[in-house]
């Protein structure tokens, strides 16, 4: 401000000048417009940390957008730990249970993480760049429009100051014009005030349909992470739904303790294995007093005596046999007989 327009405002704030009020339809404009600011910031700080939870990513990135580079490119958190169990699945051996069903695993928790990058960038064009457009720039425009029109209320109330002090015709005359010209100013600094306080209302608009876009990429994205588990539910329900210990690889171990895992049942959530792979023949072989041939699917190793090893690939003779569990079968190798589990078995024609 001027030295007179700090005067009075320091008299305004003492209550010794009289101050120029803006009309109730533009203080509501402007209240609207701070608090839209307000929530707008509110709104995207969150939606950054719902996207990057890692503060230090966050400003990372921050720092790359500010000097124009492109961010690395780095793995998220799915495609790390999808890597890392496709590693450990084949170091346990693609050919074990275990080991291909980390595997697979791996490869769905990677494409989770390849969603989640997509629906990221899409939250970013669509949502938070809009956002950060209206605090950047249309609400930064109204912040100067508002300080000018201070500017032009100062100026006014200075004008009516120096009315009010003229006491000579001429100076009267002079104090009378400024007057009119400073109404006028403020008059038209407050129109354009006005109608940018009133495009709020089309940024609320906008950014409506900017919330519309972010809801849509977030159910894409929970969409397609929701069918790629229920895949690879499918995928974990044909495998064995009980294991054990492989006493082969446990010798290897440091100390050469042996290491026993004892048997572990699979998720009651997961489908059961008479609904997976050639269940009807499975169904069919329990109701005749026939035998099928069939194929192994993984290793196994017998727990006892009175089951049979498997190995992965290999093609056995299997049959039902009255009163045994429905989850197992008798195989039959050469002279060699035993129980196989038939989530290791696949029948074939």
């Not at 006892?304 to 003779?317: C, F, P, R, T």
Request: aromatic share 8%; glycine share 8%.
């Amino acid at each position: 401000f001027n030295v007179l327009g700090f005067g009075i405002f320091t008299e305004e704030k003492l209550g010794q000048a009289e101050k120029t009020e803006l009309d109730a339809h533009l203080e509501n404009l402007l209240c609207r417009a701070e608090s839209t600011k307000q929530n707008t910031e509110r709104i995207l700080k969150q939606t950054e940390v719902l996207l990057q939870p890692n503060p230090n990513v966050r400003i990372e990135e921050f720092l790359y957008e500010k000097l124009e580079k492109k961010v690395p490119s780095r793995m998220n958190n799915h495609e790390t730990l999808g890597q890392s169990m496709i590693e450990s699945g084949n170091e346990f051996g693609p050919g074990t249970a275990y080991g291909n069903a980390l595997i697979k695993c791996g490869e769905t928790e990677k494409q989770i993480g390849g969603a989640e990058r997509e629906f990221i960038q899409s939250a970013a064009v669509n949502f938070l760049t809009p956002f950060r457009n209206f605090l950047e720039g249309d609400y930064k425009t109204i912040l100067k429009e508002r300080k000018l029109l201070q500017v032009k209320r100062l100026d006014l109330d200075a004008a009516k100051t120096r009315l009010k002090k003229a006491r000579v015709g001429d100076a009267r005359a002079v104090a009378e014009q400024d007057l009119r010209m400073s109404q006028s100013e403020f008059d038209r600094q407050a129109e354009i005030t006005r109608l940018l306080l009133e495009g709020v209302s089309s940024t609320h608009a906008h950014h409506l349909r900017c919330l519309n876009d972010f809801v849509e990429a977030q159910t894409i994205y929970y969409a397609q992470s929701y069918q790629y588990m229920v895949d690879l539910q499918k995928q974990l329900g044909s495998f064995p739904s009980t294991f054990s210990s492989n006493n082969n690889q446990s010798a290897g171990c440091s100390g050469g303790a042996s290491i026993s895992v004892p048997t572990i049942a699979v998720s009651a959530s997961l489908p059961s294995p008479s609904a997976g792979r050639g269940s009807t023949g499975f169904s069919e072989l329990r109701s005749s007093s026939g035998s099928r041939k069939a194929r192994v699917l993984y290793d196994y190793d017998a727990a006892g005596s009175s089951e049979l090893s498997l190995l992965a690939d290999e093609v056995i003779m299997v049959s039902s046999v009255p009163g045994m569990d429905s989850d197992w079968l008798m195989g039959e190798r050469g002279s060699q007989k035993g129980k196989v589990p038939i989530t290791y078995l696949e029948l074939l024609n």
